[in-house]
């Protein structure tokens, strides 16, 4: 695996202001700190950036105040989930746009997709763009649990870098 894909990563939070808007100035200062403490990179817009509470813009905004506070002194993966593929393909050609090293998304969920429109869906975001893509497997939320075939399936193709795993069930 490629070395700038090893280390600590932590999952960014997004900050609001009083007024409950994105403050940018926290966020940087929340980069710089993490990055004083020798963290490799960051996990931008995920479920701990409550990414799915955030507008289209916030989620924009999010990912440009981290990639240009933190560009060229880390690695970034950008969360660019969504149930729909167009959208997630937006916010990943958004991603490669500013500079991110790798993609990452949730399976699409709340439908119930079958694994293979989960897998049409992931296969169509990394034909959009030319970042690799960091799997996320989170059954607790996402209502899809990906198994150790289904990831192989993904894994084999060279675009696909790995599986975050947010789950208590380690098997």
Avoid: W
């Avoid at 007024?19 to 710089?32: A, G, H, S, Y």
């Avoid at 960051?42 to 950036?49: H, K």
């Avoid at 497997?137 to 060279?158: H, M, Q, R, W, Y």
């Amino acid at each position: 695996m490629n070395k700038k894909f090893k280390g600590i990563f932590p999952a960014l939070l997004t900050p609001f202001d009083e007024n409950d808007r994105v403050n940018t100035k926290v966020l940087e200062e929340l980069v710089d700190y993490n990055l004083k403490k020798g963290v490799d990179g960051f996990y931008v817009g995920g479920s701990t950036a409550e990414a799915f509470l955030l507008t289209e813009e916030e989620r924009l905004l999010v990912m440009k105040t981290v990639s240009e506070r933190a560009k060229g002194k880390c690695t970034l993966f950008a969360h660019i989930g969504c149930i729909s593929t167009a959208q997630a393909i937006k916010f990943a050609k958004a991603a490669q746009e500013m500079g991110y090293d790798a993609i990452s998304s949730v399976a699409p969920f709340y439908y119930k997709f079958s694994f293979n429109e989960i897998k049409k869906y992931y296969f169509d975001i990394v034909d959009a763009v030319e970042l690799p893509m960091l799997i996320y497997n989170f059954p607790a939320f996402s209502g899809v649990n990906l198994t150790v075939d289904n990831i192989k399936e993904f894994l084999n193709d060279d675009r696909f870098i790995g599986v975050k795993h947010t789950s208590n069930d380690f098997f």
